[in-house]
């Protein structure tokens, strides 16, 4: 069926495609501050990068439009024959749901890895869960780890016990990233990364998730999953294993980092 081409529709269309030309220069700034980090004036430094990441969560956002369970809009085959609004349809699924479900997508796909015999295959599974392992850890350090440090009675000590964990995924991934699929090592790399997300996961499902269900109302845990969805798509989409992990710097810096990713992926045809 033939779609007119109005004008609101032209609009919706191709307007972000003509706000990408004016903010290529902030692509280019974003990894040059980076870089350059460490050779700016502390105070500076974080100004400029919290700035360039603040410009591009705004317009990230903006260009998604509508971030949660459902969209508004009309629904086409409405019975009265006219354009009646359809209701963004909600979800009661909690962020340990959300949580729970990542990692089981991710053993899965690192099992797939490990019964592949196409390096092909097996490098594109690896950049995937690399990919999705990583926005998983930086969304639970953004939203889950701060109600986890309040609510769970030794807060602290079992954040702090998760950060190591996932600074010990992030070395894993960082060098499961850069070795081939063919080579020995990869197959090693894999089942390292295996014992540590299994180990990581049981830590979390068996002992501190079930005390944050029961400490924390249901309605914030499912506000959480949808900032923790959120947060999932801004984040970086590579390990950055020198990164602070810290609530802060994903707020601030994190935006910019994973566009800078997602750019990278894109130019070399990356699976994520």
């Not at 029961?214 to 984040?235: D, I, S, T, Y």
Request: charged residues 30%; negative net charge.
């Amino acid at each position: 069926m033939d779609r007119q081409l109005t004008p609101r529709r032209l609009v919706r269309t191709w307007l972000p495609t003509a706000l990408a030309v004016p903010w290529m220069p902030v692509l280019l700034v974003v990894p040059a501050l980076w870089v350059a980090r460490a050779h700016l004036h502390g105070i500076l430094g974080a100004a400029c990068l919290a700035v360039v990441a603040g410009v591009l969560a705004d317009v990230a956002v903006i260009w998604s439009g509508q971030v949660g369970s459902g969209q508004a809009g009309y629904h086409p085959d409405s019975r009265t024959g006219r354009k009646e609004p359809v209701v963004a349809q909600k979800t009661t699924t909690d962020v340990i749901d959300t949580l729970t479900t990542d990692h089981r997508e991710a053993l899965d796909l690192l099992d797939r890895i490990a019964r592949s015999t196409h390096p092909s295959e097996k490098r594109d599974l690896a950049d995937t869960v690399i990919a999705e392992v990583v926005r998983h850890a930086i969304a639970e350090e953004m939203y889950v780890y701060p109600a986890m440090r309040e609510h769970l009675p030794e807060g602290d000590k079992e954040v702090q016990h998760d950060i190591e964990e996932h600074k010990q995924l992030e070395e894993t991934m960082k060098q499961l990233e850069a070795v081939d699929a063919t080579e020995p090592r990869f197959d090693g790399l894999v089942r390292k990364m295996t014992e540590q997300l299994r180990h990581h996961a049981h830590d979390e499902e068996s002992e501190q998730f079930p005390q944050l269900r029961a400490q924390v109302p249901h309605e914030r845990l499912v506000e959480m999953r949808e900032k923790v969805e959120a947060a999932k798509k801004l984040a970086p989409t590579r390990p950055h294993p020198n990164a602070p992990h810290a609530e802060l710097f994903h707020k601030l810096v994190g935006p910019g980092v994973g566009l800078v990713d997602r750019l990278r992926d894109r130019l070399t045809h990356r699976s994520n």
